[in-house]
């Protein structure tokens, strides 16, 4: 036979139900010039008479037999046998796309290439594991385009800010020499094998490229290794794994900016290990600390210690320097003081960032992470990848914050061992000072000491706001329903939080108003909405999806929460060309999409909400323009005559305090008078 350009080593073990589509899709390659090397590693199921029959079929596959060692021996011993000039390491129940080899064995040759990265996208078994990581599915396609080739340091330089970093070997492809030359193995013994050998081949790499594209399937299987439930094995190896890569990083004499992303590289994998160990039960917390030395446990406990702060509070940060330092005061100024504050600058051009190194240089506390500008939803999950604290507040950067909201918060939290607390907040500016009282209606809040979604009677979607900074959340119930942020400009936040009340099991309000919400700041995401009204179609069709997906009772709430974010598109939109887009997109796009019957007043909560609504699906535009032209004068001449009369109560009760206060003051000279008579007549 040929000596084959690439060697796909599998490692095989009892994986008899998903190996035959395995290597299906290897042999379906456009690229035939290869070597199918199948380790099977000691399995017990059919897997190893599935091979046999393959191997017959195709002389393009070679077994290799062992005891079972676990995946890092397999691996090995693949390496040992493989001939081609490139390698590339598949698990045996994921697959590949059919001109994957090929694409990457000819990027590869064309750029004389070390490494070749690319992305993958992941496969749900059943809806069982789609539900339980419900918006992970795009996970290892990553954010940003790394274009060119690049040496392994300036690439991990990039991947590392972005969260682009992903250790699987099966997103890469390798020159052998390469390997050989750098004289790597997988360490044998452990789990999480890839994120070391992974490590060290990209710090020694002179020359690597990604390609965006999606080559690889990854099965996702709540049976597996990595989605099985916490034990002993996992919080040990989470551990060694991080302190081998610490090890590893302290052997290179890097730059600042390596240095710098490096050490946000080490603390992004504490949460990691932490989440291993506080998901675990006793018996096997002291398993893994038998196997660790004294030295290994006292930086397990640092590990803990710097994973307890009671609130983590992170804050999307992009051109916020005219307001940023109230806010940051304020933070500060809390009266609950065991918090960590993660500030995702999110590609500022003003003087945000150094407005932020000189309050880290104060406060410990105060973490900062910089990446490119893409949007406070992405910047929002950066901050989630790394918090350690029990409960999550999100706020923004433009507003500011009583010093007991976090206090008063956590205390409702804790109190009643809520997953979600939603407290109160007013809104305007410096200039025409704030008003208000919202947050919540308490006529749609149940009588209850705490609530979740079934207990709500009507128009769930309206008991809060959909903005994600007037609430606490509980981290462990955010990382278990494995809620994010979308990826978009605007409205970013109103799937996360609506995902989050429908997966909360207990919801408490407060009624402070604990939270100042600036308005009117030309700069701010709210007020980008007639560039970015399409976010909202995104973030209510992500709603949409959840509910068919967990099959929840919502239909008409749905229909009504809809319904309100169009007729809120017209108030906030002061454009005429933008505003006919938007309601063309209603028209053609939102109606078909949210099968919404405009003609059925049933379905609608409120008459004047379903009159106004009506009229836009049956109006033209410019007929519309003038039926709302009309409303608002009505609302304008109803609400002058109401701050008249209040003006006139306002005046008569400022005069009758006026009469009362020049009683007072006439009550207090007739007092003065009498003393001063008593005293004369006293004296003589």
């Not at 002993?232 to 081998?244: P, V």
């Not at 323009?625 to 109401?642: C, G, I, P």
């Amino acid at each position: 036979m040929k000596s084959p350009a690439t060697s796909v080593i599998i490692p095989v073990y009892n994986v008899d139900a998903w190996l035959e589509e395995c290597l299906d899709s290897v042999l379906a390659q456009t690229e035939t010039e290869i070597e199918i090397i199948c380790v099977n590693d000691g399995s017990t199921d059919g897997s190893e008479a599935i091979l046999e029959r393959y191997s017959k079929r195709d002389e393009r596959i070679f077994i290799i037999n062992k005891e079972n060692g676990g995946l890092s021996t397999a691996r090995n011993a693949g390496l040992d046998k493989a001939k081609g000039k490139y390698i590339y390491f598949l698990d045996s129940d994921d697959t590949i796309r059919s001109d994957a080899i090929k694409t990457c064995k000819e990027t590869s040759d064309k750029n004389q290439l070390d490494i070749l990265y690319f992305d993958a996208k992941i496969i749900f078994e059943d809806e069982e594991g789609r539900n339980i990581n419900s918006g992970s599915e795009y996970y290892y396609i990553r954010n940003e385009s790394y274009s060119g080739v690049l040496s392994g340091t300036e690439i991990f330089n990039r991947m590392v800010p972005a969260s682009d970093y992903k250790p699987s070997v099966c997103i890469q492809f390798f020159n052998r020499s390469f390997i050989e030359n750098c004289g790597l193995r997988f360490e044998e013994g452990i789990l999480f094998e890839d994120n070391v050998f992974s490590l060290q081949l990209m710090l020694k790499a002179k020359k690597v490229m990604h390609i965006p594209q999606t080559l690889f399937f990854r099965r996702f299987r709540t049976d597996s290794i990595m989605s099985s439930g916490v034990n002993a094995e996992k919080i040990y190896c989470s551990f060694y794994i991080t302190k081998r890569m610490k090890k590893e990083l302290a052997g290179y004499k890097f730059d600042a900016e390596t240095q710098n992303n490096a050490a946000e590289f080490l603390l992004s994998y504490e949460p990691w290990v932490v989440g291993f160990y506080e998901g675990a039960d006793d018996e096997q917390r002291k398993m893994a600390e038998e196997r660790m030395s004294e030295e290994e446990l006292m930086e397990l406990e640092r590990m803990l210690e710097r994973a307890a702060p009671k609130i983590s509070v992170i804050i999307p940060v992009y051109n916020a320097g005219k307001w940023l330092k109230a806010c940051i005061e304020s933070l500060l100024a809390q009266t609950l003081t065991e918090t960590e504050i993660i500030f995702v600058n999110d590609g500022s051009v003003d003087n945000s960032l150094s407005i932020l190194e000189e309050f880290r240089k104060k406060d410990s506390r105060i973490s900062i992470i910089t990446q490119a500008n893409l949007g406070a939803g992405a910047a929002r999950n950066r901050g989630l990848d790394i918090v350690r604290g029990e409960y999550l507040s999100f706020l923004d950067a433009d507003d500011f914050f009583e010093p007991d909201m976090l206090e008063k918060a956590y205390a409702c939290c804790t109190e009643h061992n809520a997953d979600i607390c939603i407290f109160r907040f007013d809104r305007g500016n410096e200039r025409n000072g704030y008003y208000g009282v919202f947050g919540y209606d308490p006529c749609l809040i149940p009588d209850k000491e705490y609530f979740n979604y079934t207990d709500v009677e009507k128009d769930f979607f309206n008991i809060t706001n959909p903005a994600i900074w007037n609430k606490l959340l509980r981290r462990r119930f955010i990382k278990e329903s494995n809620i994010r942020f979308q990826k978009i400009p605007s409205t970013n936040d109103m799937y996360f939080t609506y995902k989050a009340l429908t997966d909360a099991d207990r919801i408490v309000v407060l009624s402070d108003i604990l939270i100042h919400y600036r308005e009117g700041d030309d700069d701010s995401i709210s007020n980008n909405r007639e560039k970015d009204w399409h976010c909202v179609f995104l973030a209510l069709n992500a709603i949409r999806e959840e509910i068919i997906i967990k099959k929840l009772h919502l239909e008409k709430d749905f229909v009504n929460l809809v319904v309100r974010q169009a007729l809120y598109l017209f108030d906030v939109i002061n454009n005429i060309e933008a505003f006919r887009a938007i309601l063309t997109e209603i028209r053609d796009l939102w109606i078909k999409t949210f099968n919404i019957d405009y003609n059925y007043p049933l379905m609608f909560y409120n008459s004047a909400v379903y009159e106004r609504f009506q009229a836009m699906m049956i109006k033209d535009t410019e007929e519309y323009l003038y039926y709302e032209a009309k409303r608002n004068r009505k609302n304008s001449s109803e609400l002058v005559e109401k701050q008249m009369h209040q003006t006139q109560i306002i005046e008569a009760l400022e005069n009758e305090l006026s009469k009362k206060n020049q009683l007072i003051s006439e009550i207090g000279s007739l007092r003065n008078h009498i003393k001063y008579f008593i005293k004369k007549k006293i004296g003589k």
